[in-house]
C-alpha cells in the first residue's frame, strides 16, 4: 500500500496525550492534561481521505523547581513513561470550506515523584494505568495556492481513566472533564513546516472534591525542512496556567486548596525533529530541554510559598501510517 506519507506528516501529531505528575492539580505540583508540545511535527494539513494510525512513545526526566525547592531542594525527580495508540479520520468531508477530520486517542501513563515528596503518604511514589480518553473534531482551510493552512477544532478528555485516593488525583486519571480548544497555522510549501500551534485547556470541577484547576494555555513550534525522504527542524513549546484555580469553602483549606498550589506557572522549552519517511510509514523523533521555568502563588507570601513545577527533557517518538483508504474508481475500458 502507498501511502501519501507528506500528507501523513501533517496530521502525525495531532494526538493530544496526557501527563499527569502525582497530586498533579492539587498537592503543589501543577499539571497539565496535553502534554507541551504535543502538536510539535504536525501542521494544519489533513492527508486524503482515509482511516490514519498513529503510535506514540515519550519520557519525560525532571526535577521540581520554583519556589518550595529552597526547602526540599532542586533534585526531587519526576519522570514519566507514556505510550499512546491514536486514529485519525478523514472522510472526505467538507464544511463551511473547510476539510472536516476527527481523532481518538487513548494514554498509557506510567510516572513516579522521588523523595522527600514521596514520603508523604498523600503523594504516591509510583502510579500507572489509563489516562482519560481524548476525542476531537477538527476543521482545515487551505488559503488558496499561497502555502498557508489554516485549522481549528476541539478536543474533550472523558473522566475515565484509572482514578483512585481521597481526591481521585492517586493515579494518572482525572476526574473532571477537559475542553482543549486549538488554532493552528501553517506554512506549507517547498517542504517547509513552518507551524504555530495554540490551544488551551478549560476543566470541570473535580467531582470528588469540587476542586477546579485554573486554565492552561499551549504554544508549539515547528520549523521544518524535508529533504528527500528526511525532515529536520528546530522545535520549542510553551505552557503556563493563566487563571486562579478555585475550590468550595468547605474543602478548600491550606493543605488542599488554592493557598497550597500554584497559581501561576511557566514552561518554555526548546529543541529539535527528524524524521524519516519509510514509504508506507514515518518516524518522527522530536527532544527537547525546558530552559525556563518558574512557578508562584500571589497569595502566599514568598518565604512560604509551596508553588513547585516540573524542569527537564523529553524525547518523543511518532509512528504514522494509513491503515485505509477509499478504493480508487475502476478505469473505464476502452475498446478499439
Not at 139 to 166: E, N, Q
Not at 193 to 202: I, P, W
Amino acid at each position: 500500500m502507498k501511502s501519501n506519507i507528506k500528507a501523513l506528516l501533517a496530521a502525525a501529531g495531532l494526538a493530544a496525550f496526557a501527563f499527569s505528575p502525582a497530586n498533579a492539580y492539587e498537592g503543589g505540583t501543577p499539571g497539565w492534561q496535553s502534554k507541551p508540545g504535543v502538536l510539535i511535527g504536525a501542521s494544519a494539513g489533513v492527508p486524503p481521505p482515509g482511516i490514519y494510525m498513529f503510535n506514540q512513545i515519550f519520557t519525560y526526566q525532571t526535577n521540581l523547581a520554583g519556589p518550595l525547592t529552597n526547602a526540599i531542594g532542586t533534585h526531587t525527580g519526576v519522570q514519566a513513561a507514556v505510550d499512546v495508540q491514536g486514529f485519525l479520520f478523514v472522510p472526505g468531508w467538507t464544511f463551511l470550506g473547510g476539510t472536516y477530520d476527527a481523532v481518538i486517542v487513548q494514554p498509557f501513563i506510567m510516572d513516579s515523584i522521588g523523595g522527600p515528596l514521596s514520603l508523604n503518604p498523600n503523594t504516591p511514589t509510583q502510579q500507572a494505568g489509563i489516562h482519560n480518553t481524548y476525542f476531537a473534531n477538527e476543521l482545515s482551510w487551505k488559503l488558496g495556492t499561497s502555502g498557508f493552512v489554516v485549522k481549528t477544532g476541539l478536543g474533550i478528555y472523558t473522566p475515565d481513566g484509572t482514578i483512585s485516593g481521597p481526591a481521585g488525583l492517586n493515579n494518572v486519571g482525572s476526574p473532571w472533564w477537559t475542553f482543549q480548544p486549538e488554532l493552528i497555522v501553517s506554512y506549507l510549501k517547498d517542504g517547509w513546516n513552518l507551524t504555530a500551534a495554540v490551544y488551551a485547556e478549560f476543566n470541570t470541577k473535580n467531582t470528588v472534591d469540587g476542586y477546579t484547576t485554573g486554565d492552561i494555555l499551549h504554544a508549539d513550534f515547528t520549523f521544518t525542512k524535508t529533504i528527500g525522504k528526511w525532515t529536520i527542524g528546530p522545535v520549542a513549546y510553551y505552557v503556563g496556567q493563566v487563571s486562579n484555580d478555585s475550590c468550595p469553602a468547605l474543602t478548600c483549606t491550606v493543605a488542599n486548596g488554592i493557598l497550597g498550589n500554584a497559581q501561576r506557572y511557566n514552561l518554555f522549552a526548546v529543541g529539535g525533529l527528524v524524521e524519516y519517511n519509510f514509504g508506507p510509514a514515518s518516524l518522527s523523533v522530536w527532544a527537547t530541554q525546558e530552559v525556563l521555568a518558574n512557578a508562584k502563588n500571589a497569595a502566599v507570601p514568598a518565604a512560604a510559598d509551596p508553588s513547585t513545577i516540573t524542569q527537564g527533557a523529553t524525547v518523543f517518538a511518532t509512528l504514522s501510517y494509513r491503515l485505509w483508504a477509499p478504493e480508487a474508481p475502476a478505469s473505464p475500458m476502452i475498446h478499439k
